[in-house]
């Protein structure tokens, strides 16, 4: 019993790992910058120009 309780932490805890590894190489990528702009290409996707 006491074997399964830890594996179940440990794969817990590297789960966690990966999440934080992912989030810091996310953060130094830049993909968080300008998230705004995301919306705005999708709009302009969409929507036909008037011109």
């Known amino acids: 019993m ?4 830890f594996t179940q932490l440990l794969v817990a805890l590297l789960m966690g ?3 934080v590894c992912l989030f810091i190489w996310g953060v130094l990528s830049g993909s968080f ?3 705004e702009d ?3 290409r ?3 996707a969409e929507v036909p120009d008037d011109e």
């Open 33 to 35: 910058n300008d998230v």
């Open 2 to 5: 006491a074997e399964m309780i």
């Open 17 to 19: 790992l990966c999440a």
């Open 42 to 44: 999708a709009y302009r």
């Open 38 to 40: 995301v919306k705005y």
